[in-house]
């Protein structure tokens, strides 16, 4: 449903029904974005500083992902760049001029509102605006944007489980800040020591089991190199039949992965309109699970090749 057709008595209706602070301030972007179409910026601008605890609430929900890679680097980068704007005090989020006048994509915006309402409903149940108010003003916001930074910087580096404990704090203190709540805020605070603590932690147990890891794989090459010359297999030979197995491997899972990513966008094509909608859904999610197993497959089998290209080789 467009934005201008949504009734009056329904958005009424909602706004009783989501009542606490970071309702209110989501059924306000429902509003403007429903009476008028704001850029990217006056959006922001009429949203002031509780547009930063917005913008960090966002960026750290994919950081959740509890696994190293893309998602911790590219998102705790961004987080990053927030946290430095609260630690020269900024009022309101900056952005670059040509984000800034982009028109505001309504559809996703009205869904990311939807889904955030639900949330926002269970989330405000501990939550009261104006409690301990002198830690969301713009001095201590200030001050806390060092343990922001600082998990920020947690969430890039690539630690596996290293991402829940920060994101967690950084959470707390979106929240905090969106509804004014100070006491939510002290939680983040003694949330962000508990994840120093997590990540020395796992910064200690993954180097002891990354040596044992490195010591076990040494073994294991050593005697694999000891069983084949054993049977008198040329080891150059047994290197080149391992490579060609991982590159046929490696364009498997290339071939399947591109099947999933055309499977994801292409799902709500229909190719039978008689067919049951809900068993045409059933059977789409079949076929996307299976392309994904199928490339995760090959793509683990050409990882063990490639390994196995490297013990014989002598690199491990």
Do not use: K
Request: aromatic share 6%; net charge positive.
């Amino acid at each position: 449903m467009p934005a201008d057709d949504v009734p009056n008595d329904q958005i009424a209706t909602v706004s009783r029904r989501h009542d606490g602070p970071i309702s209110r301030r989501l059924l306000a972007i429902a509003r403007t974005v429903r009476a008028e179409e704001p850029s990217v910026g006056e959006l922001f601008d009429g949203l002031e500083s509780e547009g930063l605890g917005l913008t960090l609430l966002l960026l750290t929900l994919p950081a959740l992902i509890p696994l190293p890679g893309p998602f911790g680097m590219v998102f705790g980068t961004l987080v990053a760049l927030v946290a430095l704007q609260i630690l020269f005090g900024a009022e309101r989020l900056w952005l670059p001029e040509t984000l800034r006048r982009r028109p505001v994509p309504q559809r996703l915006l009205r869904n990311v509102i939807r889904a955030g309402l639900d949330w926002a409903s269970f989330a405000e149940r501990g939550l009261r605006e104006d409690r301990l108010v002198w830690l969301t003003g713009r001095r201590a916001r200030m001050l806390l944007a060092l343990p922001l930074l600082l998990m920020a910087v947690t969430i890039i580096l690539p630690i596996p489980m290293g991402n829940v404990m920060p994101a967690l704090a950084l959470i707390a203190a979106s929240i905090g800040f969106m509804a004014c709540d100070g006491l939510a805020v002290l939680v983040s605070i003694l949330i962000a020591m508990a994840a120093v603590v997590w990540t020395a932690v796992l910064l200690y147990t993954g180097a002891a089991a990354a040596d044992y890891a490195a010591a076990l794989l040494t073994r294991l090459a050593v005697s694999l190199r000891a069983m084949l010359e054993s049977v008198g297999v040329d080891l150059g030979f047994a290197a080149g039949v391992a490579t060609g197995f991982a590159i046929a491997a490696g364009i498997t899972a290339l071939v399947f992965w591109i099947q999933a990513v055309r499977h994801r966008r292409h799902r709500r094509v229909v190719v039978d309109p008689a067919q049951d909608r809900r068993e045409r859904s059933r059977a789409m999610a079949r076929r996307g699970r299976g392309l994904v197993a199928a490339a995760s497959i090959a793509t683990a089998a050409a990882a063990i090749f490639i390994a196995t290209r490297f013990m014989l080789t002598g690199w491990i």
